[in-house]
């Protein structure tokens, strides 16, 4: 889910960089450094991955709770299966692992779009406005 997730930041980034070439190019023309513009764009691929993990993780614990509150009974209970309801066990190295990958994976994400926007010629991006 984390890599959809990174594709979908891939693909928001790249649409904005598109629609904000004017604007990319007026900073560019202004003596903002390729370096400047690649910040601005991971920084708000970072706030939307930043948004999404958080969310993803307080709705994730929340059904944690709910299944450790009313656990879930397995169909064929212990006839079938060694165990009678529907295991639920978080451990804070765990959720710890993850958030660090989702975070990373955000990352990567936006650097490919931010390295296309730092890059833009601002005659070009100016050009037809």
Same mark, same amino acid.
């Given at each position: 889910?984390?890599?959809?997730?990174?594709?979908?930041?891939?693909?928001?980034?790249?649409?904005?960089?598109?629609?904000?070439?004017?604007?990319?190019?007026?900073?560019?023309?202004? /003596? %903002?450094?390729?370096?400047? @513009?690649?910040?601005?764009?991971?920084?708000?691929?970072? !706030?939307?991955? &930043?948004?999404?993990?958080?969310?993803?993780?307080?709705?994730?614990?929340?059904?944690c709770w709910f299944i450790h509150v009313h656990p879930i009974h397995i169909p064929g209970g212990g006839s079938?299966?060694?165990?009678?309801?529907?295991?639920?066990?978080?451990? /804070? %190295?765990?959720?710890?692992? @993850?958030?660090?990958?989702?975070?990373?994976?955000?990352? !990567?994400?936006? &650097?490919y779009p931010a390295w296309q926007a730092g890059r833009m010629d601002p005659v070009e991006a100016i050009r037809?406005?």
């Open positions: 889910m984390v890599v959809v997730a990174a594709f979908n930041i891939v693909s928001t980034l790249i649409m904005v960089v598109m629609e904000k070439q004017k604007e990319i190019g007026i900073l560019k023309s202004l /003596g %903002s450094t390729r370096r400047g @513009i690649l910040k601005i764009f991971v920084y708000q691929g970072m !706030l939307i991955g &930043l948004v999404g993990t958080v969310t993803g993780f307080v709705l994730g614990l929340g059904v079938v299966y060694y165990i009678e309801n529907l295991p639920v066990m978080v451990k /804070g %190295s765990d959720l710890g692992m @993850i958030f660090g990958l989702s975070l990373l994976v955000c990352y !990567l994400a936006t &650097l037809y406005e």
